[in-house]
């Protein structure tokens, strides 16, 4: 899948982690998540397989 190719149709949400001034959006993918910078869109954004993302959330929860 070209991710870059499909940012334009993602459904975003805020984070449940984000505040005031550090706003992250998150983005479900077929096996993975995309996240950016709700504030700077345009900037990129990381994307992570199923595996990575439900790593990077277990750790946030700790």
Known sequence: MN?????????????SYSD?????????LPGGAVVRDSKHP??????FSGTEWIALLRTARS
């Open 20 to 28: 005031r001034s550090n706003c992250v959006a998150v983005a479900d």
């Open 42 to 47: 345009e900037r990129g954004h990381l994307a």
């Open 3 to 15: 991710i870059n190719s499909t940012l334009g149709t993602l459904n975003f949400r805020t984070s």
